[in-house]
């Protein structure tokens, strides 16, 4: 007997809500089968069987919340196995956990417990099948070393055939370091209760709180800021559209800006790179993330290779990856990763303001509104349509002059978009 775990379909996933099952009691799943649909604190996502066999039992019913990594939500008869009796969670959504599922007894027929998810000596969890990890353990193979061929890079049973055997990582390597930060209730600091509605955190709150105030805490960084003219951007931006108008294209000053982005990004490749222990990631490509509100937080799905794009490709593919940012569509490819991030409040009307910084990105530029401000042309006072960018630096990787680089490229390119069509 084998269970079936709620997976981390992302690394920041910390639990989920069990969406719909896909398969019943009875049923029989091979390798790459969709059985669920899982939502987690970014998207909706399906998740496939790793290993083959029989449903035997459905431990946590449609519609279950707040259920944890590494919960057992079905049980798998597998080849060689037999089924046995295992508690029953097919509760109503009424009666739905929204807490950790319960887990259930171990079965006589499973005498040998499942071995917890593995870890690496930095903590980064490894993606095993619940039977990769059994035979892992009972052949002393750490599973550390062994590269996962399943679905996401998951390690499953043929990937430990011709593994080498050692002693699997202890705990003490595997545990976190660093302290628990105590955090003060409302009451203490002065706030008495019944004085507010508490909303309670989803998946998604709790994840950009505890991602930014790591990047926040941890991250060495300092803003850089410049002005650009956009007239002239403007003026183009009219004339592509009247082109691109008779096949429902329009472009939006954004998109402008993550092209001028990406080509002032491989005009400085120093500013396109990622801080690691390793060493310097100095990126072939500027995969351009762009921040998008979503209800109950903030997503930064990304243009991949936008250096190599068109505007009119650059502004199909945003609309419709922020589109299906905000339906919770997005794959987890589309919005993990990226070498740069872009954060555009202008259309609120914000004139400037400082972003922090998307981990493992070495910067993010944030954009405000273009608004007519008084400038000195040839020494005579004008009134140019200006716009305040403001570029937040990992310092480890991108310093003051590197930064000012970069954004004296962008600035030119901004100011005069012929120069990023050419």
């Known amino acids: 007997m084998t269970d079936i775990l709620m997976p981390a379909l992302s690394p920041t996933m910390e639990e989920g809500v069990l969406a719909k099952w896909h398969v019943k009691v009875g049923d029989t799943v091979k390798a790459g089968d969709v059985i669920a649909e899982i939502e987690t604190d970014k998207a909706t996502m399906e998740v496939e069987a790793v290993d083959e066999g029989e449903i ?7 519609g279950s919340e707040g259920v944890k990594v590494n919960t057992p939500i079905a ?8 089924a046995a009796p ?3 969670a097919e509760a109503s959504k009424a009666e739905a956990p929204k807490a950790e599922a319960a887990k259930p007894e171990p079965s006589k027929a499973d005498a040998t417990p499942a071995p917890k998810a593995p870890a690496k000596a930095d903590g980064e969890r490894i993606f095993a099948s619940p039977l990769a990890r059994r035979l892992a353990a009972q052949a002393g193979i750490d599973l550390s070393t062994v590269k996962g061929t399943g679905p996401h890079g998951r390690i499953v049973k043929r990937d430990l055939e011709g593994a080498e055997k050692g002693s699997a990582p202890s705990a003490a390597a595997a545990a976190p370091s660093g302290e628990t930060r105590k955090v003060q209730s409302l009451a203490q600091m002065g706030i008495p209760d019944g004085s507010y509605d508490l909303v309670p955190l989803d998946g998604m709150r709790k994840a950009i709180a505890r991602r930014l105030t790591d990047s926040f805490r941890d991250v060495p960084h300092f803003p850089l800021n410049i002005d650009c ?3 002239g951007l403007l003026a183009s931006r009219a004339r592509v559209n009247a082109m691109l108008e008779k096949d429902g294209i329009k472009v939006s000053v954004n998109d402008f800006i993550i092209k001028a982005s990406a080509m002032a990004l491989k005009a400085v490749p120093e500013a396109n790179a990622s801080y690691s222990p390793e060493g310097i990631a100095m990126h072939h490509h500027a995969d351009v993330a762009m921040a ?3 209800d109950g937080g903030l997503i930064t799905p990304i243009i991949r290779k936008a250096e190599t794009k068109t505007l009119s490709q650059i502004a199909t593919e945003s609309k419709d990856l922020a589109k299906r940012a905000r339906d919770r569509k997005l794959k987890p490819e589309e919005f993990q990763g990226g070498t740069f991030s872009v954060s555009n409040l202008g259309m609120f009307g914000i004139q400037s303001f400082a ?3 998307n981990e493992p990105q070495g910067a993010i530029m944030s954009v405000g509104a ?9 020494g005579q006072l004008a009134v140019a349509t200006v716009m305040t960018v403001t570029l937040t630096c990992d310092h480890r990787v991108v310093d003051g002059a590197i930064g000012a ?6 600035k030119a390119m901004i100011e005069d978009p012929v120069t990023m069509l050419a």
């Open 292 to 294: 998008v509100a979503i």
């Open 75 to 82: 049980r798998l008869k597998d080849e060689g196995g037999a």
């Open 405 to 410: 680089k970069f954004l004296q490229v962008f």
């Open 355 to 357: 972003s922090i910084i």
């Open 56 to 62: 035997t039992d459905i431990l946590v019913a449609e």
């Open 370 to 378: 273009g608004e007519p401000r008084p400038v000195v042309k040839d």
């Open 86 to 88: 295992a508690p029953k």
């Open 229 to 231: 003219e956009i007239d």
